[in-house]
């Protein structure tokens, strides 16, 4: 139980367009969906906190604008990375809290990731 | 706010030798404590987890972890480490007031054949 799978694994696109990252989790309801991002040989950074139904919580220094997240379902999360630059490169990975079916507010499981390459 | 340090950037150790991971934390309250693991180019499967209780915690794939209050310290163990243990181990502490995960900057494991 408790997958969390994501969309594409990995993405290769030219600067300037745009980026969208599906998050599902498969086999429970996820009321909070957390995205973060992860450098080569660095720990996880989160940006932002995505509550169903309610617009998300980014973190000090995550541009709003630039990394656009929707969580129109208890099972969908995307994160659409707007106009990236090769900066944006990176891997970025999702998290589920499991709360509908009673599980704990704190454990979050986490998909598999993202490597974005922009070039 | 909550911190977690990883004093242990990289560890090599041989197959089958025994295994700690020191993990300390800060954060003023009791500490919901997490460990990860992270195998190359994938995302975090959780390991084991510590809420209350038993201060001695078993987790998947033969890791368990002690919580010790007194030395604000939460290392992950293993008696007999298998060379598909090899990847990178984060531990992390959720905070009540803020409900996020923060986690530690990680210990890479090398296993010698």
């Known amino acids: 139980g408790a997958v969390v799978s994501q969309h594409p694994s990995w993405v290769i696109c030219k600067s300037g367009t745009s980026v969208k990252i599906e998050c599902r989790s498969l086999d429970f309801q996820a009321t909070t969906m957390f995205w973060y991002r992860q450098f080569p040989k660095q720990s996880l950074m989160l940006m932002a906190t995505s509550n169903e139904g309610s617009k998300a919580t980014y973190e000090q220094g995550v541009e709003k604008d630039k990394f656009l997240i929707n969580h129109a379902s208890l099972t969908l999360s995307t994160l659409t990375v707007t106009s990236a630059h090769p900066e944006d490169s990176s891997f970025y990975i999702c998290?589920?809290?499991?709360?509908?079916?009673?599980?704990?507010?704190?454990?979050?499981?986490f998909g598999p990731g993202t490597r974005l390459l922009v070039l | 706010a909550q911190s977690v340090t990883q004093p242990d950037i990289h560890i090599t150790v041989s197959e089958g030798a025994s295994l700690e991971l020191r993990c300390n934390y800060s954060?003023?309250?009791?500490?919901?404590l997490f460990w990860y693991v992270q195998s190359p180019g994938q995302g975090l499967q959780l390991l084991l987890k510590?809420?209350?209780?038993?201060?001695l915690v078993q987790g998947i794939k033969g890791f368990e972890a002690e919580f010790k209050r007194s030395q604000s310290s939460f290392n992950l163990r293993k008696p007999s480490v298998h060379w598909s243990d090899a990847a990178e181990y984060f531990c992390a502490v959720f905070g009540a007031g803020s409900y996020q995960l923060t986690f530690g900057k990680g210990t890479k494991l090398s296993v010698i054949p």
């Open positions: 954060y003023g309250a009791t500490p919901y």
């Open positions: 510590y809420f209350s209780g038993d201060t």
């Open positions: 998290s589920a809290r499991d709360r509908v079916s009673g599980g704990d507010k704190e454990t979050q499981y």
